[in-house]
Structure formats: structure tokens, C-alpha cells
């Protein structure tokens, strides 16, 4: 029978299904993230690449794409259960599934931008084919070397971080309505059928959920864009968020603010279906043979 309890997931099983499902979906999609990432360039789609090299700064996502997301569902799947016991002891059965589903979400989003916010900045410069971003390890040591206090810690890490902030306004938007609406959708499902949607079924809540999560952040997509690309096409720089959006509205009009929609959903959408999909198939595959459990 179908459950509304939040359901237990070993932090082990989480770590590894999440990462292999992270990196299945970034190198499936990547040419999609490529052409969105240039609509969003302040230089112009054609000028940042067009349709060539849709494969630029593969490398950087797929050595990020697994460690960010196996952050992310390893803290997620342990603080549901932990948020939920929390809520029932002060609210009883007042308690929201769906509070407890955006606040674990956000809490490892939190966690995994750690990882994926370096690898953004350093993808982002080589698919908008900036100068001095031929190869990883030029594009790395580009950032590194880009040591002027408008990112965490830059004196160190150099623009590696440039966007956290930002990141962290958009994902955890995106991980409000996401999650709730997938986890709610995959309970609803397996209430009409009488039995726990099956991976398939939890690939399609994911698609549905993430579209529209996609459509709805990405005025702060462009933002996070533009920030980690650090300038605007004439070389100069961006102070911050809101001098982001005040140039944008002011140089090139509000409807920027949705360059790249229609990429980032069918993006996010595909993604979501390959991600949820290889993600629950992964869970249950090591759950059944007990392998981390």
C-alpha cells in the first residue's frame, strides 16, 4: 500500500544513487545546458558559440555533476525523516509533509552548491567560450586567478564561488515548489493505484515538477548567469545581483530576464525525468540487495 510517512533511505544509499543519477542526467542533457547558457550570454548567442562545440566544459560538469549530487539527496533523504519527527513533536498531526519536503530540500541545496557553484563558473566560461577558457585547465586557472573580492573568499578561491549567493536564491526557489509537488504527486499516484509509484512513474512526477519549478526561477537563471560570467559584453563588471537586474531591465529590456526559458524547461523537464527516474531505479536497486543499507 501506498504511505504518506517519509520513507527511510540509508545516507550511503542516497549518497551513491544520487551521484549516479546526477551524472547520467548532465552528460545526457548537456547540449540542451550549453545552448541555454548562450542565450543567456550578455555577448549574444551567436558570439558566445551558437550551435558549435555544444560539448564545451563537459568536464567540468561531469566532475561536479556526481559529488553534487550525491551531496544533495545524501543530506535530503537524512533530514527528511529527522524534520518530520521534529514538526510531529511541536505540531502533532498538524505537521506538513510539504514543509518538511522544502526545508530538507534546502538544506542540501545548501550542501551541494558547495560543489556545484565551482563547477557553474568554470562550465559557464568555457560554453560561452570566453577568452582564455580553451581547456579545463586553462579555464580553472583563468578563475582562480580573478582575484577581486566579488566572490566568497576570492583572495583563495578566486571567482570560483562568484554566484553562490545567487545560486542559492535561485535553487532554493526551485527546490520549494520542486520537491513538494514531486514527492505529493509520486503519494497521490500510488494512492490511486493502491501501491508506491514505481521509478518510471516517480520519473514522470519529476519531469512535471521540475518544468514547472524551471519556468518559474528563471528570471534568477539569467541572473546567476550573468554573475558568474562576471561582466557584461563591453568588459564591464557586474557589482552584484542587483546591479545585474538594473542593467538588464535597463540596457537590454525585462523579457531578458527570460532569455533561455524554453531550453531550461525542456532542460530541466527531460532532466528531471532521467534524474528522478535513474535516481529511484538506483535507490531501489541497492535498497533490494541491501548493499549500503
Not at 35 to 48: I, V, W
Not at 156 to 164: D, H, I, M, P
Request: hydrophobic residues 45%; aromatic residues 10%.
Amino acid at each position: 500500500m501506498a504511505s504518506d510517512h517519509e520513507r527511510h533511505t540509508p545516507f550511503i544509499t542516497s549518497l551513491v544513487a544520487g551521484g549516479l543519477a546526477g551524472t547520467s542526467v548532465d552528460l545526457a542533457l548537456f547540449p540542451i545546458d550549453t545552448l541555454k547558457t548562450r542565450l543567456q550570454s550578455p555577448h549574444g548567442f551567436l558570439a558566445a558559440g551558437g550551435f558549435r562545440g555544444v560539448y564545451r566544459g563537459v568536464m567540468a560538469a561531469a566532475a561536479g555533476s556526481s559529488p553534487g549530487a550525491a551531496l544533495f539527496f545524501g543530506t535530503y533523504e537524512t533530514m527528511k525523516p529527522v524534520i518530520s519527527k521534529v514538526q510531529h513533536g511541536y505540531l502533532g498531526e498538524s505537521a506538513s509533509p510539504a514543509l518538511t519536503h522544502m526545508i530538507a530540500a534546502s538544506i542540501g541545496e545548501a550542501a551541494a552548491c558547495l560543489v556545484r557553484v565551482p563547477t557553474e563558473v568554470i562550465k559557464s566560461k568555457m560554453q560561452t567560450n570566453a577568452a582564455g577558457a580553451s581547456t579545463l585547465s586553462s579555464t580553472l586557472k583563468l578563475v582562480l586567478s580573478e582575484k577581486d573580492g566579488r566572490a566568497f573568499a576570492s583572495s583563495v578561491f578566486g571567482g570560483l564561488y562568484r554566484g553562490y549567493g545567487i545560486t542559492l536564491v535561485r535553487e532554493v526557489p526551485f527546490a520549494f515548489i520542486q520537491f513538494p509537488l514531486y514527492e505529493r504527486l509520486k503519494v497521490e499516484w500510488g494512492k490511486i493505484q493502491g501501491y508506491d509509484a514505481s521509478p518510471l512513474q516517480a520519473a514522470t512526477c519529476g519531469s512535471f515538477a521540475g518544468a514547472i519549478a524551471a519556468a518559474i526561477t528563471t528570471p534568477l537563471d539569467v541572473v546567476k548567469t550573468r554573475l558568474m560570467l562576471g561582466s557584461d559584453k563591453n568588459g564591464v563588471p557586474y557589482k552584484g545581483a542587483k546591479d545585474v537586474v538594473n542593467r538588464l531591465i535597463t540596457e537590454e529590456g525585462s523579457l531578458v530576464l527570460l532569455s533561455g526559458v524554453q531550453p531550461r524547461v525542456m532542460w530541466i523537464s527531460i532532466g528531471g525525468f532521467v534524474f528522478f527516474g535513474a535516481y529511484e531505479s538506483y535507490r531501489s536497486f541497492l535498497m533490494s540487495g541491501s548493499y549500503f543499507a
